[in-house]
Structures are given as structure tokens and as C-alpha cells.
């Protein structure tokens, strides 16, 4: 099992969503944390839920249980997602497939073209 990280960023560079993909054989899981205005979350508690979230995700899979959950639907995380930056400097609302993030635990999701260059590479 290989567990990856990746962040958006806002305006100042400041990490405010980390996802946590998690490669098992042929599974893939991602967890994602969003941080609120009011969060004074560090980034290592970022991480660590997002991988809770991602691992959540395999375990409910396993389980046969419907593999996503906690979907992502308040207003000001709706306001943050506007706000952040992909890795490469551009909105998360302009990624090159539309993507956006619908629940903090997913398995087997659609991959973004970054997150499928960071499982390329991690080979």
C-alpha cells in the first residue's frame, strides 16, 4: 500500500485542501480535507485526516458498502473551492476535466490528470 499528497493552495500559498491518494494493488482511494476560515489546522493534521478519509474509503469498499461518503455540499466550503489553486497555479474550477472534489472519501475515483502523472511517476 503506497499513500500519496498533493495540496491546493490559495492566493498566498497557503495549503487549504489536502487530498490523500492511497494505492492498494489495484484500488485507488483519495481522502480530502478542506480547511475552513476558522480551522487553524497545521498541515500534518491535514494530512492526517485526509488519509483517514482516503483509508475510510478502502475500508468501506471491502466492507461492500457504498464506496464514497461525507459529501462536500456547505456554502463556505463551496467559497474556499473557488478560491484555491491547483499545483500548477491554475483555479480548481478550470482543471483541464472539470474536476472538483464531491466527497472527502472516495474509492476508486475519476483521477485528475495531476493525481494520474503523481501515480505514473511514483512507480
Known sequence: ????????????????????????????????????????????????????YAKKALARKHLGIKAS????NRPEVFAILLTALDPKGNSVMLTEDDHIFDFKSTFNPQLTEFEKKLLRKAR
Open 69 to 72: 461518503s461525507g459529501a462536500i
Open 1 to 52: 500500500m503506497k499513500t500519496y499528497y498533493y495540496y491546493y493552495r490559495d492566493s498566498k500559498r497557503a495549503p487549504i485542501i489536502t487530498v490523500c491518494l492511497i494505492k492498494d494493488g489495484y484500488d485507488i482511494a483519495r481522502g480530502v480535507t478542506i480547511r475552513s476560515p476558522l480551522d487553524l489546522l497545521e498541515k500534518s493534521e491535514g494530512r492526517k485526516y485526509a488519509k483517514k
